[in-house]
């Protein structure tokens, strides 16, 4: 999502704010969502309420008496001619005002992310190391995995080791289970990094289809 849409956004935030401040039964509600996310969250809002958007930001308002319906805004400049003409508000601000407000804001989601992505990496995943990743056993076990709902606090690391292990790791990113804190592969099984760091190491018995695991110390 480019700049100039954060500009926008802001400036809407900045509007229903100067609204709610003569108006106290006027509610503000801000969601926000991923560039990849947000074709999937604007269909879903769009089917709900029965109208149709694209675009960001999107403005809606909802009325306590119509069932938890939406009647659709807009955008920002929709929203703008609504604010003036329902409520007689608008927003005097001028261009450069509005860009620095909008960069501080950038600035300040950007060192929470930081703060969140650091705090993240502190937490210690379960260190999973599974051997001949490119058997079907272990895409069995690795779609198990990602399937069940365990309960894994920190995530797991993955570590996939054997020939074909690469086509395996490809899925497991795919699927952006958010169990999987990383997933890593290597052809050579001599390639499986620090073994003291590893807690589970899985191994699968070829001849008879049968799979056991172990732990490292």
């Known amino acids: 999502?480019?700049?100039?849409?954060?500009?926008?956004?802001?400036?809407c935030e900045l509007l229903a704010e100067l609204i709610q401040a003569d108006h106290?039964?006027?509610?503000?509600?801000?969601k926000s969502c991923s560039s990849d996310n947000w074709t999937g969250y604007v269909n879903s809002v769009s089917e709900?309420?029965?109208?149709?958007?694209?675009?960001?930001?999107?403005?809606?308002?909802?009325?306590?008496?119509?069932?938890?319906r939406a009647d659709l805004i807009g955008n920002y400049s929709d929203f703008a001619e609504y604010a003036n003409l329902y409520y007689g508000k608008k927003l005097e601000l001028g261009t450069k005002q509005v860009k620095q407000i909008t960069e501080e804001n950038l600035?300040?989601?950007?060192?929470l992310e930081a703060i969140k992505n650091d705090k993240i990496k502190e937490q210690k995943a379960l260190r999973i190391a599974i051997f001949d990743a490119g058997s079907k056993n272990a895409y069995h076990f690795c779609n198990f995995l990602i399937a069940e709902n365990l309960k894994l606090e920190n995530g797991m690391a993955l570590r996939l080791l054997g020939k074909d292990s690469e086509g395996l790791a490809m899925e497991l990113f795919d699927t952006a289970d958010t169990k999987l804190r990383?997933?890593?592969?290597?052809?050579?099984?001599?390639?499986?990094g620090d073994i003291d760091g590893i807690e589970i190491a899985?191994?699968?018995?070829?001849?008879?289809?049968k799979s056991r695991s172990g732990i490292l110390a």
Do not use: H, Q
């Open 182 to 192: 990383t997933c890593s592969f290597s052809e050579d099984i001599e390639e499986i």
């Open 202 to 209: 899985v191994l699968f018995d070829k001849e008879t289809d």
């Open 24 to 30: 106290p039964n006027f509610f503000i509600e801000k």
């Open 1 to 11: 999502m480019t700049k100039i849409f954060f500009i926008f956004i802001y400036k």
């Open 107 to 111: 600035n300040f989601e950007k060192k």
């Open 48 to 68: 709900k309420n029965r109208f149709v958007w694209a675009e960001s930001p999107l403005v809606y308002r909802e009325l306590a008496d119509t069932g938890g």
